[in-house]
């Protein structure tokens, strides 16, 4: 039982580069998130899907792209990486509304 | 979502002492949820309240949530390393808010 599974786990970026980074879960899942962690700054949410077919964006969008893939999968795409963006990423998913999340193993970018 | 504040953001403790991490909101919260993450892991949930005044135990863990749904703590005593991490605490909503973590270190 993998849970939520996030690849690459690591990736070094020239400014401008673009990438995906994946994210899959086999719990059945409705809704799935991405959260950028940067020190001292806890997890900021960059844009959600609370269901199948949606998303939305969280705190902070600009610079990032989602796609809602079918129930298991939401990828975020950075389509010019700038410098900022070096952080790590967690996915996570849950049941639905006020639940709680389960968290991959992050995937951890740096852009020069 | 509703913004949460996490008071202390540093917490060094002398292994055995108790300690207790802070959660606090402007705004009346339904629920709120409590995470640790270990260092170099990821977030991992360990308890949600609901209830105005509602206590939860797990082991050396105490968790409160205010009587009037503003704020929360979470009390452990007896702190050993196993305890190291971040301890986050989030308020509802599809936009979950984190709040900034207490990062725990322990001196054994």
């Known amino acids: 039982n993998a849970g939520v599974t996030q690849t690459p786990k690591f990736q070094v970026l020239k400014t401008g580069q673009s990438m995906t980074l994946q994210c899959a879960q086999d719990?059945?899942?409705?809704?799935m998130y991405w959260y950028r962690q940067d020190p001292g700054m806890g997890l900021r949410l960059i844009y959600y899907?609370?269901?199948?077919?949606?998303?939305d964006k969280g705190e902070v969008p600009n610079g990032y792209n989602v796609s809602r893939l079918n129930k298991r999968e939401f990828s975020l795409r950075l389509e010019s990486a700038a410098p900022s963006q070096t952080s790590v990423y967690f996915c996570?998913?849950?049941?639905?509304?006020?639940?709680?999340?389960?968290f991959g193993d992050g995937t951890r970018l740096s852009i020069l | 979502g509703q913004q949460v504040m996490q008071i202390p953001q540093y917490q060094h403790v002398q292994e055995g002492e108790d300690f207790t991490t802070y959660c606090n909101s402007s705004?009346?919260?339904?629920?709120i949820q409590w995470y640790k993450q270990r260092p170099g892991g990821h977030p991992v949930f360990l308890i949600q309240?609901?209830?105005?005044?509602e206590v939860k135990k797990q082991k050396r863990l105490t968790f409160q949530f205010g009587e009037a749904k503003k704020n929360s703590s979470l009390h452990i005593t007896a702190t050993q390393t196993t305890d190291v991490g971040t301890y986050f605490c989030?308020?509802?909503?599809?936009?979950?808010?984190f709040g900034a973590g207490t990062t725990v270190t322990v001196r054994a």
């Open positions: 705004t009346t919260l339904s629920n």
């Open positions: 996570a998913s849950t049941t639905g509304l006020n639940q709680p999340q389960h």
């Open positions: 309240l609901v209830k105005s005044g």
């Open positions: 899907s609370a269901s199948e077919g949606t998303t």
């Open positions: 719990m059945n899942h409705n809704s």
């Open positions: 989030a308020g509802p909503g599809y936009k979950l808010s």
